[in-house]
């Protein structure tokens, strides 16, 4: 096993290991003392010497996990002879009940954190993947990541003739029969979204006959293109939010 040096997550470590690393910034670092940044042969010894460590911790933890499994094995078939011998069957049926159930939680416990991880990857693939590359297809350069959040929120995932599949959700928020692309053209239907979109008259592309030169309606309100641009993406969410349309 090789400890990275820096992780964006520490999704699917163990808690021993997830012990070695300090959250710095958006990023978790590995804890490393009397390295100098940019030592890469005291940085390896000390990753080495903290795996050693770990791997050390490890050991007897198990070791001490099979020594109490052990004793409570050895605890319950003498409840269980004891019972026998007395004729006791509920003291039976309540040891059985119990070896059940322990055994339910131990496979779940095993189960759960995969499961978890595998539907974070699956909603990544069907969900976030195919909000952003949608968000890239219609919105302009630089303002995806305003499209992305609203088209996230119509995505989900189900599954359909033995296959998980991305599934459009529609104003009640239940799954529909749409498309992505009919969630494209409902997008680009949205005058909300129009300073946003690529090629759409609020976004300067273009002019109906009704618009004035400028590229919206006498008494819109608007803003240029480079003020526009020069926003974050929280004041572009802002202005967008206000109804005003964009002009070159």
């Given amino acids: 096993m090789s400890l990275k040096y820096k992780l964006d997550s520490l999704d ?7 012990a ?48 109490e499994a052990t004793a409570r094995e050895e605890e319950r078939k003498a ?17 059985a009940d119990e070896r059940v159930a322990n055994k339910e939680k131990e496979v779940r416990g095993e189960l759960e954190p995969k499961l978890q991880k595998q539907d974070k990857t699956i909603r990544r693939l069907l969900v976030d993947n195919v909000a952003k590359d949608m ?15 609203h088209i996230t929120s119509r995505l989900d995932v189900e599954e359909r003739d033995g296959e998980l599949v991305t599934v459009i959700k529609g104003a009640d928020g239940k799954a529909s029969a749409m498309s992505i692309t009919d969630l494209e053209t409902e997008f680009k239907g949205n005058t909300a979204f129009a300073p946003v979109l690529a090629g759409s008259q609020g976004s300067g592309g273009g002019a109906g006959g009704n618009q004035s030169k400028g590229g919206g309606a006498a008494g819109a309100k608007q803003i240029k293109r480079s003020e526009f641009d020069a926003l974050d993406p929280a004041g572009k969410a802002a202005k967008m939010k206000e109804g005003f349309t964009v002009t070159d």
Avoid: F, H, M, W
């Fill in 12 to 18: 699917g470590l163990d808690d021993a290991t997830k």
């Fill in 20 to 67: 070695l690393y300090e959250k710095k910034g958006d990023k978790y670092v590995l804890k490393v003392e009397g390295v100098e940044e940019g030592d890469v042969v005291g940085l390896k010894n000390k990753v080495e010497t903290l795996l050693g460590e770990t791997s050390e911790l490890k050991k007897k933890i198990k070791e001490k996990e099979d020594a």
């Fill in 79 to 95: 409840k269980e002879e004891a019972a026998a011998k007395k004729g006791d069957i509920e003291g039976l049926r309540k040891s």
């Fill in 135 to 149: 968000a890239t297809r219609i919105g302009l350069k630089g303002s995806e990541s305003l499209l992305i959040p």
